[in-house]
């Protein structure tokens, strides 16, 4: 399996401009998770999925940022309109609801807003 | 609600000596325990964890933890220090209900291994 796919890798955008970030989970897993990292914050927990609907979508920090899953092998992150404050590393990461739940985390997204 | 706490922001080792990275937990009931480890400019990358059963669980590249309930702790550790195995360490803690539960990590600590 090619594990969990973001894209992009790199993105530099000004403020004001709208950010999508992508991810494909891993096949067969039913949960997926969108983390961002900062420096300041660490790694939170923005949202999670579980067989494309959103369960806990309470560490999304504002409006301006929104999620959808359409189906089982996409997810996209949107930031509409993005500040300099977004700037961070985004991943996503995925599992199968079952036992342990050991998540698998993409190469990450990371996100400049100038 | 579960919490995990990583006192140590960095731990410096010499190559060949051990290595331990500490980590406590907070949760109700029994514990999920993971380690995560990311390089830079990668994903974090499952290590190793604790479900049930025997409290030294071994994992990828030489690395072990031990579970100490009394004490509440997960470290981490590997007997014999490389330097690349500098990375960023991550725990991870989630309580062992049954169903769903999330994961919260830890702040990271960042382990540098001089040759």
């Known amino acids: 399996d090619a594990g969990v796919i973001q894209s992009p890798r790199h993105e530099v955008t000004e403020m004001g401009q709208e950010v999508t970030l992508r991810c494909k989970p891993i096949?067969?897993?039913?949960?997926l998770f969108w983390y961002r990292q900062t420096m300041m914050r660490g790694l939170e927990l923005l949202i999670y999925f579980n067989n494309n609907v959103p369960i806990d979508d309470s560490g999304m920090p504002e409006d301006r940022f929104s999620a959808k899953m359409p189906n089982a092998s996409f997810s996209t992150l949107k930031i509409q309109p993005s500040e300099p404050r977004d700037s961070a590393v985004y991943f996503c990461?995925?599992?199968?609801?079952?036992?342990?739940?050991?998540?698998?985390f993409g190469p990450g997204t990371r996100l400049t807003v100038l | 609600a579960q919490s995990v706490a990583q006192p140590e922001d960095q731990v410096n080792v010499a190559e060949g000596n051990p290595l331990t990275v500490k980590c406590t937990y907070s949760v109700s009931g029994n514990p999920y325990l993971f380690w995560y480890v990311q390089y830079p400019n990668r994903g974090l990358q499952f290590l190793l964890k604790y479900i049930t059963g025997d409290n030294l669980v071994k994992g990828s590249y030489g690395f072990e933890a031990e579970f100490n309930k009394s004490q509440t702790s997960f470290h981490l550790k590997k007997p014999s220090a490389l330097v690349s195995d500098s990375a960023l360490y991550f725990c991870a803690v989630r309580a062992g209900n049954t169903g769903f539960q999330k994961l919260v990590f830890g702040t990271g600590t960042r382990l540098l291994v001089s040759p």
């Open positions: 990461a995925s599992t199968r609801g079952v036992g342990a739940d050991t998540q698998y």
């Open positions: 096949s067969g897993h039913d949960y």
